[in-house]
């Protein structure tokens, strides 16, 4: 048993940051490939960024440079580091890892 837990959202004004963290519990963090995806409202959900168990990153066109993902397996967390964000980023945030279903999300908020 375990889950994930996805926080770190919030309203942010444009060029400004988010730390967003995924707990996973009962499951390590080290594992084939771990993502972030995020939905907007009315919008199908996309694939933000993915992390390899060999270090290999992944990241949407539209995020590459602002965008970094990174894992502490000894924390079992997934971390999304967001910076330089812009007002397409709102959207809900979601946390993927293969031995779980999509977990509730954190809301981000890019406004002014």
């Known amino acids: 048993q375990g889950q994930l837990v996805e926080t770190g959202g919030g309203l942010v004004q444009p060029g400004g940051s988010l730390r967003l963290s995924c707990l996973v519990s009962?499951?390590?963090?080290?594992?084939?490939?771990v993502g972030w995806a995020r939905q907007a409202p009315e919008k199908a959900r996309e694939l933000v960024a993915s992390l390899t168990a060999d270090g290999s990153t992944t990241y949407l066109d539209s995020v590459k440079g602002r965008f970094a993902i990174s894992r502490d397996n000894a924390k079992n967390a997934i971390y999304l580091q967001m910076n330089s964000l812009k007002p397409d980023d709102t959207a809900v945030y979601y946390c993927?890892?293969?031995?779980?279903?999509w977990g509730q999300g954190t809301q981000v908020t890019v406004s002014s």
């Open positions: 993927h890892h293969p031995d779980f279903p």
């Open positions: 009962g499951r390590s963090v080290s594992v084939y490939r």
